[in-house]
């Protein structure tokens, strides 16, 4: 039996919704995972990059072992119903950037954690996977949206359940998204966050999701241009990220450009606009992070409504 | 001439929207500001409690003299087109309660202002009175509501310029406030809060107000229920409202209660709640107040949708 998964990457905290919101978007991991016939084969994990990169930091960097994440969530999800996994072959077929602030490591425990729910006849409902998925991530910001496609806002509750709300996003306003070609482990990203911050900077982003939400729901570009300032995590992670600033200050001033964030931890920049200098922002972008010898991958995404889809199961 | 002004009572932070929420509620103060003909008289002011306190705390704790908060903000709208102001009776006609969370002073700041700027001729528009109010008041949360109505989110801009949006308030969601014999100064409330909190409840306080704003958009009470939980202030402000912990714990399981939030900084309590189980509500405030030997005023009121607005103005 064969299943194959495809998940969407994703784009999380939009500045001031750090730890709250996240989109899927459509760039895709393909996971398939097949039982293999022979007994005492164990987990075996194949991963082919089909990125553009030509640093080819994903074959590297991904573990073939039982400590790559995805082996983490299979065999949680075995465990739910009492089983242990084995004699299976896990490949990933990866176009999701690693590394980049785009969920790659979401998609991966996602499109896991899909595959063996059907491989087990689907023991696991929705409320279930969300919860295995955000124990294995460390947070639903990503997997949420994986899972469920669109924009979300997202909880983690004291029981451990996992709360989220559909928001809607305008189609007018267009998502750049762009990938510089180095990277930042989440790891080190989590470690330059403060313990505790300043609670006129907590009341400061508190104030910003909520203009962020009202903004979406009433379509008003000049609150969601305020709604995208944030205290609570891109001051401390810019310096991880060479040209940010650079790139904020450059692009403030254009006109339709309503604003720029961290995707996720960061390498990668989302920027958020009008109509269509699409092909100006671009320019900017690459133009800026060019001075510091920063090759940019830039793309314009929709946001991608579906999450997780099981693309095939056959059962030979 | 003489202008009288009646302005709404406000509730402030809805529990997680801390700095950043206001309501007006249907319970006024009439603030009248008459030029006085002989010259040298000065400033005059004069205060009536019409609430039902039997303590008079009203009468006793507002300043007669220059000092009341009311004439910095008269004193601010003069300077602002360089005038002083002088040869003025200003007669505060007092129903909302002092120093209990329900924006009494807010009220006073516009009810002085909007009066002064009747007299004056409006010199000065919507824009500026919210920024004159805001820098007397301190914070925009209850002078914002008392001016526009409503239920308003509220940001000052590092410009010194005031943002609010109206937010949209169900009309089937009741609110009861429940107005301790007790005050709590509002300096008090501040002082108790700590400059530095936990990052993890700064991001837990940004999703609360995030469902906020999305449970309004959408009428959806079980998020509500969770949007009303906050972590910046109430759990410090808590030893300063002797019962509040006993009532929130008393009113979680009961149905239709969406939840209790500390009014502004307390020591008033709102109950937020669908369908009429109203005197149920009451009863357990009541009661468990009553342990604590504390009379308890409390009045289900509707959002009030008009701001401050001048009752008359005649030109004797």
Known sequence: MKISVKVPATTANFGSGFDCLGMALPIYNIITIEETVLPGTG?????????DDDDDFAIEHIPKDETNIIYKAVEMLYN???QSPSELRINIKSQIPIAKGLGSSASIIVGGLLAANELLGKPADEAALLSIATEVEGHPDNVVPAIVGGLVMTSQEHDGSIIYRKLPWPEEWHLTICIPNYEIATEIARSVLPKEVPL???TF????VAMFVEALHTKDAGLMKLALQDRLHQPYRMKLVPGLQDIIDNLKHEENVIGCVLSGAGPSILVISQKNNLDRI?????DTWENYNVKTDIRTLKVESNGAQILEASYL
Chains 1, 2 share one sequence.
Not at 205 to 208: E, K, P, V
Request: no cysteine; charged share 25%.
């Open 43 to 51: 987990i075996e994990i194949n991963v082919i990059s089909e990125t």
């Open 80 to 82: 739910s119903i009492g």
């Open 200 to 202: 006129a900077d907590a």
């Open 205 to 208: 982003n508190s104030r910003r």
């Open 282 to 286: 671009k320019s900017i972008v690459n």
